[in-house]
T-cell receptor, first 114, second 111 residues
């Protein structure tokens, strides 16, 4: 059973296109995240949702729009894709609680913009 | 702001060598500290964690001790294996809803 699953695993698209990445978790967690990993492996949080409500938006361009239809899903839609958007995007989830809460990650979506 | 600094990689070791990956943090409060590991082609998974000063986290032969006086959480393993080759991330969580990661350290173990 996959705890946090993302689709697609690979996405190659042209500049200017609009694309979506889907994420689902079956852990019963109430918090979900999107992280971006650049070519140097650096990981940075983009968004965090708690019970379908946005709680963290880390100065991400408004071309990126997360959508959470329910607390088990957090999708990422990207408009007008740019070359600099090429990266690996990770979805994660955790149970809200103290600072010791573990986050569970999906396998990542490698986005390549050409 | 809150941040994590890790030693730069890649770190290349022979099998059975001793491993240390340095990690220091800056935080306005008292965070929990984590080491996550990313194997090739996979997502991150928790390796170990510590929630307060002097706590030691351990798992799969890896250890790290939360040192408040030096704001450090160095990862160690006494004898690495080829299967330990991966990217290792140090992270902190201060407010319960956001992990702040270091830049990651690539470890390569040769047989």
């Amino acid at each position: 059973d996959t705890a946090v699953s993302q689709t697609p695993k690979y996405l190659v698209t042209q500049m200017g296109n609009d694309k979506s990445i889907k994420c689902e978790q079956n852990l019963g967690h109430d918090t979900m995240y999107w992280y971006k990993q650049d070519s140097k492996k650096f990981l940075k949080i983009m968004f965090s949702y708690n019970n379908k409500e946005l709680i963290i938006n880390e100065t991400v361009p408004n071309r990126f729009s997360p959508k959470s239809p329910d607390k088990a899903h957090l999708n990422l839609h990207i408009n007008s894709l740019e070359l600099g958007d090429s990266a690996v995007y990770f979805c994660a989830s955790s149970q809200v609680g103290g600072t010791d809460t573990e986050a569970f990650f999906g396998q990542g979506t490698r986005l390549t913009v050409v | 702001g809150d941040s994590v600094t890790q030693m730069e990689g890649p770190v290349t070791l022979s099998e059975e060598a001793f491993l240390t990956i340095n990690c220091t943090y800056t935080a306005t409060g008292y965070p929990s500290l984590f080491w996550y590991v990313q194997y090739p082609g996979e997502g991150l998974q928790l390796l170990l964690k510590a929630t307060k000063a002097d706590d030691k986290g351990s798992n799969k032969g890896f250890e790290a001790t939360y040192r408040k006086e030096t704001t450090s959480f160095h990862l160690e393993k006494g004898s690495v294996q080829v299967s330990d080759s991966a990217v290792y991330f140090c992270a902190l969580n201060l407010y319960g809803n956001k992990l702040v990661f270091g830049a990651g350290t690539i470890l390569r173990v040769k047989s």
